[in-house]
């Protein structure tokens, strides 16, 4: 066992980090939040010349065959600057889908997709669907040269800026019958496609997305039933292990600004540092915090694991870890800070945000834990 | 010892909740149930409400407009207003300023001040907090210098709430800059539209704006305005403080938002499976009730106590009143998020898309009520009171 980084690694984690640190300070994102737009294409193409944009791609499609653990670093280095800039719908959701596309789509698409010219969002939850990936009411009926679609996806994170959306759509079946799902390549401003836009809690642009009758033409079927489920939840996993290493970068910057907040505020005369309740509480935010890391890298180790339930159990395990440390650490970063931490104008209660709402995407730490605990039964 | 209460009270409880049924507009009440900040003329429409019945300062000497309830009386009229949810009384004014004026203020300042409080004429804020003074208030900082009949104030408050609404502000400020912390501080009454007074409003994390700065340069206030003695402003601070602390339980608020979370269970949101269906989720919300009852339990035992004529001493359990009312209020706000699922991601801000309204209010209330066990005395503070001053370490 190593969990040491290769060279190769360690030079991609160090000049991402540098990078965000340079372009994406709380100033430079705030301004990024409050613009109209909500992102920055600007950094999005700083992201693409780092080669960020290609990383899951092959070579031989554009793209630098990165694995899971550069997925890893580059997500918690978007966790620690709270990069709002949609890598995770884009490159990770939509990029794992690309992936395993027709190699004519893949030709056109990754190209574009690594320059950062072109950009995805995957159209797959549903209202009613509260996270279970089986769940898909929105209906694909065959039509001569193609299909038509018809429902609604719900919080589609970057649906309204994306200029293609990954969809999925029931061809037969029951609501939560995993068979019977296919997934399509959409364009936006096909008739029928209606998109309303809107911010999530922590800033990000989202949208819902309604498809009234939308063709798709036979060559933007992506996925046929029989592979499209499985496609989805090699997807879907992927996002898991990336949110966690996010939550991992987003609760190590909580916890460092807690710590240098402890060592710099005096109160009573001293530095509240000093106090032992305190000094214990901190601890306890590191043991949070290292547990957290330990399942993010489970989590990434993971995605590469054949045996399909020990790698449901062991990234719903670490997505549970990740509720529970970033719960903790996100409110204990805010209490410790005191009334600073209540404030838009500091970053601590940015963090405490993002991880509150980590824990909302793709299953909270209740739903993964009724899953782990299902599995038990079965 | 008399468990439960008396057919006078139970009929007592009966007259609020009709009053309020008949009184309250649907609006604001709706507003209350999804944790939505009113509007300034909301509050100021229901203040006057209250106090055309009789109602807005219950706890004050009769004399002065209160109803000359006993603490249980006043204690079921709190929980009914808290639980139906109705707005409460702007605390600044009806809680803290109010009571230090009727216990120390002269006839004059009682005579112009309180029946402005009780209509909300005036609106209150609190100039405590500084920057550097939170947990150690009496580390302040900002100036006052006796002038003839005039304080000159120089300095800066923080977490001043409601400051964008309110037009008057009682300060805890230092005018013996030798003496040590606490013996050099008085308390003083300034009118918001003297020149040298700015607010700076600060946003908090769940979007809204409820806190400020206030900044205060070369503000002169009238001696007339100085409550009570020169340098004794710690006592009065204090007294304020403990009023404040009976206050913080707030089982009415956690009873109404389990209520909404019930609501929102038994409900197919979205078309979702309902949550009560899980019993794990069921486990949860139990847990909280059982909480929630032991801290209505707890809450009875001390204003029973107080009711019983055991006043000064404070009770020992009257300190835990702070520190598990304010972790019931984030527990509960907690549970409302997480029953949402992944809808509390929406923000109801501008453009939000139709069909999470049942969301409204969710995440953002759990952001906002971070700030319930930071302020008026962090729970860390209340717990080396307890340590301290109950068991003695």
């Known amino acids: ?51 960020l944009l290609g990383l899951p791609f092959a070579v031989d ?149 309604l498809l009234d009758d939308v063709f798709v033409a036979d060559d933007h079927l992506l996925c046929a039933p029989g592979g499209a489920y499985a496609l989805i939840a090699t997807a879907s996993d ?56 330990s399942m993010a890298l489970l989590a990434t180790m993971a995605l590469e694991e054949d045996d399909a339930r020990e790698r449901a159990a062991a990234l719903s395990a670490a997505k549970v870890q990740i509720g529970r440390s970033g719960r903790f650490i996100g409110q204990q970063a805010v209490q410790l800070h005191g009334g600073i931490g209540m404030t838009m104008e500091y970053k601590v209660g940015h963090l405490f945000k993002r991880l509150t709402m980590i824990d909302k995407e793709f299953g909270d730490a209740e739903h993964h834990l009724a899953r782990l605990a299902d599995a038990l039964a079965a | 010892m008399e468990l439960g209460f008396t057919d006078a009270e139970i009929a007592f409880r009966a007259e609020v909740r009709d009053f309020l049924r008949a009184s309250l507009p649907d609006g604001v009440r709706r507003k209350m149930a999804e944790g939505r900040r009113l509007d ?12 055309a019945r009789g109602w807005a300062v219950p706890h004050w000497p009769v004399e002065w407009g209160g109803t000359g309830w006993d603490p249980i009386r006043q204690m079921i009229f709190r929980d009914e207003i808290q639980q139906f949810p109705a707005p409460e009384t702007v605390s600044f004014g009806t809680l803290m300023v109010g009571p230090v004026i009727y216990t120390f203020g002269t006839r004059a300042q009682k005579e112009r001040f309180l029946p402005r409080i009780a209509r909300l004429d005036d609106w209150w804020c609190q100039g405590f907090s500084e920057p550097g003074a939170g947990s150690d208030l009496a580390s302040l900082k900002t100036r006052a210098v006796r002038d003839g009949d005039t304080y000159v104030v ?8 409601l400051a964008q609404h309110a037009n008057w502000i009682f300060l805890l400020v230092r005018t013996d800059p030798v003496a040590k912390k606490q013996a050099g501080i008085s308390f003083l009454l300034l009118d918001m539209a003297t020149p040298g007074v700015s607010v700076r409003p600060v946003q908090t994390i769940d979007g809204g704006f409820e806190i400020n700065e206030v900044f205060l340069e070369d503000v002169r206030v009238p001696a007339e305005n100085l409550v009570g003695e020169e340098n004794r402003g710690w006592d009065y601070a204090k007294f304020l403080l403990g009023n404040e602390r009976n206050g913080q339980a707030r089982v009415g608020i956690a009873k109404a938002r389990l209520r909404r ?117 962090s729970n860390e503070i209340q717990r080396t009171i307890i340590a301290r001053s109950i068991l003695g370490l």
């Not at chain 2, 527990?331 to 501008?350: I, K, N, Y």
Request: hydrophobic share 45%; with cysteine; glycine share 10%.
């Open chain 1, 1 to 51: 066992m190593n969990f040491q980084l290769s060279e190769e690694q360690s030079l991609l984690r160090d000049s991402v980090e540098r990078t965000f640190a340079r372009i994406y300070g709380f100033e430079a994102r705030g301004r990024i939040l409050g613009s109209a737009e909500g992102w920055s294409r600007e950094v999005w193409v700083q992201m693409a010349e780092l080669g």
């Open chain 1, 61 to 209: 499609d554009g793209g630098f065959e990165g694995g899971p653990v550069e997925t890893m670093i580059v997500m918690e280095a978007i966790g620690r600057a709270l990069v709002v800039e949609p890598f995770l719908p884009c490159i990770v959701l939509a990029g794992t889908v690309l992936r395993a596309a027709a190699p004519a789509l893949r030709a056109e698409l990754v190209p574009q997709v690594a320059s950062g010219a072109l950009t995805l969002a995957f159209a797959h939850g549903e209202p009613q669907a509260r996270w279970d990936r089986a769940d898909v009411a929105t209906s694909a009926r065959r039509v001569p040269g193609g299909y038509r679609l018809r429902g609604r996806k719900s919080l589609v994170i970057a649906g309204g800026i994306a200029s293609r959306l990954i969809v999925s759509a029931r061809l037969d079946g029951a609501r939560t019958d995993p068979a019977g799902l296919a997934l399509f390549l959409l364009d936006p401003a096909a008739a029928g496609v209606t998109r309303a836009p809107f911010r999530t809690q922590d800033g990000r642009v989202a949208a819902d997305v």
């Open chain 1, 238 to 293: 992927a996002a898991v292990a990336a949110l966690c290493a996010e939550a991992v970068g987003a609760m190590d910057a909580a916890l460092a600004l807690t710590v240098d907040y402890l060592k710099t505020r005096t109160q009573f005369g001293v530095a509240i540092g000093t106090f032992q309740a305190l000094q214990h509480r901190a601890a306890d935010m590191f043991v949070a915090l290292e547990q957290a890391r």
């Open chain 2, 40 to 51: 300034r003329e909301e509050t100021v429409a229901w203040t006057r409400t209250l106090n």
């Open chain 2, 154 to 161: 120089n300095g800066q408050k923080a977490w001043t709430t």
């Open chain 2, 261 to 377: 979370v019930k609501a929102l269970a038994a409900a197919s949101l979205d078309g979702a499976a309902p949550r009560m269906a899980d019993p794990v989720f069921r486990r949860r919300l139990a847990e909280l009730e059982v909480e929630v009852r032991a801290l209505e339990m707890t809450q009875f035992r001390v204003i029973a106590a107080e009711a019983g004529g055991a006043e000064g001493k404070p009770n020992p359990a009257s300190s835990i009143l702070k520190i598990r009312g304010s972790e019931l209020q984030q527990a509960t706000a907690e549970l409302l998020m997480d029953t949402l699922g992944p809808a509390a991601l929406v923000a109801h801000e501008g453009d939000a898309p139709s069909g999470y309204d049942y969301a409204r209010g969710g995440a953002a209330t759990y952001f906002n009520l971070r700030k319930l066990s930071i302020y008026g005395g």
